[in-house]
């Protein structure tokens, strides 16, 4: 494990390498801050010691730029001006530890130790989670929700028997896996597995794309051409969005599935066909079919064996087999090797509600990803998704106050939504942490003041 200290006294240097050579690190020095930022770029630690204080050089700034570089490191801070509130701030700032001068070694040791054990204990949980995935997975899906679970079961219950399934749920849950899981399950599954979407075929071509036609049953059509369920023979063919379907092209959809035959646009000839048939929506046919647009009989033929996938939100027990299974794919797909997220980046995403489901959630993680230049995932490598942006604040009847008085209100009204989280506050803020911690510093002063006017103690809002 790589470690770096930062300290303007080289004797400082020298004791504390002295007392770490018992533990396997790898050790670098510095006594010069920007010194030690560019070995932290290029060498990436898992723990940096940092003196607090030292010469023309703000401490507690240096440490931001520590977790700017990358989050996931533990910095452990050390000063011989010790303050209950400087101690508060630097824990808050994002450090792991703070250490008064003069510190006892044993206890350096001790800690830096527990470090490197945490460090252990890090690996095998990744490499269990790891596992845990790989072990979850089912024909591409990942869950180990019940729902997700009795789901499934069902496929493989369904799958050797089906000729027709409906597969409901929102947009993004992956309705086209188990599509294919259907297929590839089935006896059928050496055959070709064909799918269409039904919202993006126009109403004028739609019956030439599903049954084909013959050379010259239109203008234009100068030779035979196969449609999809002919295509699908042997096979599965796979309307999504079956609820986008013309009418008109639905009472021969259910020729199809009743008689297992078709006739080509222009053609008297009926066609023999072996082919199983899984439709997919999003919306609810039933209701469809109420409002005429959906044909009844249709409905209750698909609607033989019906499959509903669940939403992410109804499955929160996924996310984290989610994440590593969507992380590892894409570490291996960037050539990147990012091991995991931050704490408070799991946090934020378990806060969420996900109204793009799976495949929001793998865009999400797959952006940052592609963003990351650490081997953690931070909350700055997320995408300007919905969870990034700040509830509308509203000021109505409340008094006229100054601009600036109101952009401090705003400003701790943004980190009250975000639970302190001031990393996130800043970027929906859409400034800098540096500006974030002035703009707090300049309110608990004035606070102090106002305070003070009236007689009345105020501590660090920190």
């Given at each position: 494990m790589k470690l770096i200290v930062i300290d303007d006294e080289q004797e400082n240097l020298d004791l504390i390498c002295a007392a770490l050579e018992q533990l396997s690190l790898e050790i670098h020095t510095a006594t010069d801050p920007q010194r030690g930022l560019e070995l932290i770029r290029r060498l990436r630690p898992k723990v940096v010691l940092l003196d607090l204080v030292m010469p023309g050089v703000q401490?507690?700034?240096?440490?931001?730029?520590?977790?700017?570089?990358?989050?996931?490191?533990?910095?452990?801070l050390m000063t011989g001006y010790?303050?209950?509130?400087?101690?508060?701030?630097?824990?808050?700032?994002?450090?792991?530890?703070?250490?008064?001068?003069?510190?006892?070694?044993e206890k350096l040791r001790q800690r830096i130790g527990q470090l490197m054990k945490d460090a252990t204990l890090r690996q095998c949980a990744t490499q269990l989670e790891d596992d845990l995935a790989k072990n979850l997975e089912f024909e591409g899906m990942v869950g180990r929700s019940p729902r997700m679970l009795d789901l499934f079961a069902k496929i493989r219950r369904i799958a050797p028997h089906f000729r027709?399934?409906?597969i409901t749920g929102p947009t993004g849950v992956?309705?086209?896996?188990?599509?294919?899981?259907?297929?590839?399950?089935?006896?059928?599954?050496?055959?070709?597995?064909?799918g269409t979407n039904c919202s993006s075929i126009a109403e004028t071509l739609a019956e030439s794309e599903l049954f084909g036609y013959v050379k010259g049953a239109f203008t234009g059509a100068h030779q035979d051409k196969v449609?999809?369920?002919?295509f699908a023979n042997g096979g599965t063919a796979f309307l999504d969005e079956i609820g986008e379907m013309p009418l008109t092209m639905q009472a021969k959809l259910l020729r199809v599935l009743q008689n297992q035959e078709l006739q080509r646009l222009g053609s008297p000839v009926t066609r023999k066909l072996d082919v199983r048939v899984v439709a997919a929506t999003n919306r609810d046919l039933s209701e469809l079919v109420k409002l005429g647009k959906f044909r009844e009989d249709l409905f209750f033929r698909l609607n033989m064996v019906q499959l509903k996938v669940p939403p992410l939100a109804e499955r929160p027990e996924d996310l984290l087999v989610l994440q590593r299974h969507f992380l590892k794919r894409f570490s291996l797909q960037y050539k990147k090797p990012v091991s995991g997220l931050t704490r408070r980046t799991q946090t934020l995403l378990a806060g969420y509600s996900w109204p793009g489901n799976v495949r929001e959630l793998e865009n999400v993680i797959g952006h940052a990803c592609m963003m990351?230049?650490?081997?953690?995932?931070?909350?700055r490598d997320l995408p300007e998704t919905n969870f990034m942006q700040a509830p509308a604040v509203r000021i109505t009847n409340e008094p006229l106050l100054p601009l600036a008085q109101v952009g401090r209100l705003h400003v701790?009204?943004?980190?009250?939504?975000?639970s302190g989280n001031k990393v996130l506050a800043a970027k929906i803020l859409k400034i800098s942490r540096t500006s974030l911690y002035r703009m707090l510093d300049e309110s608990n002063r004035k606070k102090r003041n106002e305070a003070l006017e009236v007689g009345v103690p105020v501590g660090d809002g920190h």
């Open positions: 401490g507690m700034e240096v440490l931001r730029q520590i977790l700017d570089i990358d989050p996931g490191i533990d910095v452990i010790y303050s209950t509130e400087s101690a508060v701030e630097a824990i808050q700032a994002g450090a792991t530890d703070y250490l008064p001068k003069p510190f006892s070694i027709t399934v409906l992956g309705k086209d896996l188990v599509a294919k899981a259907l297929h590839r399950l089935s006896s059928a599954g050496n055959g070709p597995f064909v449609g999809l369920f002919e990351t230049e650490s081997d953690v995932i931070d909350i701790e009204r943004v980190l009250n939504q975000v």
